[in-house]
């Protein structure tokens, strides 16, 4: 069974700082996506970014972008120049196929004025 | 851009109550699911619903739960005696086709069982 792994269950930067959110996972398979959601105190769940397994190239998406190591199950997450607005709940995620996505616990991250 | 909806954002209810969630998924989208975040926790699969059937279920998705998609638009999950451990956000999702492009997610509707 897959399972995604979040170390960091919580997080502070100064705004404008650059912050590396952790994500490992683990899976028998060889084509799937890594996602990114971030969750504001709305609850509501934004795709952030997304990482096809099978391509070599990170995903960048504006501030942000991903750092996949595929061999090491590996799949942070770089917020550069951040925002106060990045305030927010970030879930790492495994999806394949037409399949159920599945969630890491989540790191809270605080951006500080 | 379409997007899903769910109705009502928030459901207050008496334990033993049956509730209904709603969603409409977007329109050309063939696979739905339905995820559960209890406050403070991840989000966790219940369902997941294609051609008017469920693929497949958690073991959350006891036979208190159902869901249906009565009338090709909406999607829907009922929980027929709710209890307070089902306080939880609910959220909707859908996607197009079979190979996993983006899941879109609903806003979610948070249950509150009292």
């Known amino acids: 069974a897959q399972t995604v792994t979040q170390s960091q269950p919580e997080m502070s930067v100064q705004e404008a700082e650059t912050v590396t959110l952790s994500c490992t996972y683990d899976t028998s398979e060889s084509n799937y996506y890594l996602f990114w959601y971030k969750q504001p105190p709305s609850r509501q769940m934004i795709l952030v970014i997304r990482?096809?397994?099978?391509?070599?190239q990170n995903a960048t998406e504006n501030r942000f972008s991903v750092n996949f190591q595929k061999a090491a199950k590996s799949f942070s997450l770089k917020i550069s120049d951040s925002q106060l607005g990045d305030t927010a709940m970030y879930f790492c995620?495994?999806?394949?196929?037409?399949?159920?996505?599945?969630f890491g616990k989540g790191t809270r991250l605080h951006i500080l004025p | 851009e379409p997007e899903v909806t769910q109705t009502p954002s928030h459901q207050v209810t008496q334990m033993g109550q049956e509730v209904i969630l709603r969603c409409v998924p977007i329109?050309?989208?063939?696979?739905f699911y339905w995820y559960r975040q209890i406050l403070g926790q991840k989000v966790e699969f219940l369902v997941s619903?294609?051609?008017?059937?469920?693929?497949?279920k958690s073991e959350i998705f006891d036979d208190q739960f159902s869901v249906e998609r009565p009338d090709g638009s909406n999607f829907t999950l009922k929980i027929r005696s709710t209890k307070l451990e089902d306080s939880a956000m609910y959220f909707c999702a859908s996607f197009r086709t079979s190979h996993i492009d983006e899941q879109f997610f609903g806003p979610g509707t948070r249950l509150t069982v009292l």
């Open positions: 619903f294609y051609n008017n059937e469920i693929s497949e």
């Open positions: 990482q096809e397994a099978y391509k070599q």
């Open positions: 995620a495994f999806g394949q196929g037409d399949d159920k996505i599945i």
């Open positions: 329109s050309n989208h063939l696979y």
